[in-house]
């Protein structure tokens, strides 16, 4: 099975900041990868797929990038509702795989 | 619009057997490339996936969990249902079904289920 990876578990930011985190697949994915905003109490959103591509109605403020094993899911101007927990999932192979998570909570 | 909504108890004594229904509206689970899977989340923890069954009837299970699940559908009703047996506290969990194949677009709200004697 593939494992997936995050870093940092959690961030402290301000609203503006450029927030960026990593997500490390255990073998290589290609771009099978997506990125998840959840907030407390709430389903898992997805905000990108195939690592790079928006879901639609996501803002541009969200991007997504790499391929392989390593991955960056970047917030450009952190806005008050980003602050949320953040997954990545592998779709490579089964079964897919959801990384630890990372905080993004208020500075 | 695409929406799902989980069903079934929340509380199961351990041993027991957990069946979790999904309720769909806004696709169709017998047009090819749509699939319907299960996602669970223990409180504080992350997401674990569970099992996913295909259009065309073919299903995919958690290893580490395949031999406790069941996954089937019955397009006539839209509908996804899980069984789970041999319910254990650690299954503790908020259980989430979601419409997707490889990546989940859509998300039910999310069903906790608490195993407790």
């Known amino acids: 099975d593939i494992q997936m990876t995050q870093s940092p578990s959690s961030v402290s930011a301000s609203v503006g900041d450029r927030v960026t985190i990593t997500c490390r697949a255990s073998q290589g994915i290609s771009s099978w990868l997506a990125w998840y905003q959840q907030k407390p109490g709430k389903a898992p959103k997805l905000l990108i797929y195939a690592a790079s591509s928006l879901q639609s109605g996501v803002p541009s403020r969200f991007s997504g990038s790499g391929s392989g094993t390593d991955f960056t899911l970047t917030i450009s101007s952190l806005q008050p509702e980003d602050f949320a927990t953040y997954y990545c999932?592998?779709?490579?192979?089964?079964?897919?795989?959801f990384g630890p998570g990372t905080k993004v909570d208020i500075k | 619009q695409i929406t799902l909504k989980e069903s079934g108890p929340t509380l199961v004594k351990p041993t027991q057997t957990l069946t979790l229904t999904c309720t769909f509206s806004g696709f169709s689970l017998s047009t090819s490339g749509v699939g319907v899977g299960w996602i669970r989340q223990p409180p504080g923890k992350a997401l674990e996936w569970l099992a996913l069954?295909?259009?065309?009837?073919?299903?995919r299970y958690s290893p580490s969990l395949k031999s406790r699940l069941t996954i089937t559908k019955d397009t006539s009703k839209n509908q996804v249902v899980l069984t789970m047996t041999n319910m254990d506290p650690v299954d503790t969990a908020t259980y989430y079904c979601?419409?997707?194949?490889?990546?989940?677009?859509?998300w039910g709200q999310g069903t906790l289920v608490t195993v407790s004697s």
């Open positions: 069954i295909y259009w065309n009837d073919d299903k």
């Open positions: 999932q592998q779709a490579n192979s089964f079964p897919p795989a």
């Open positions: 979601a419409h997707g194949l490889y990546y989940f677009d859509y």
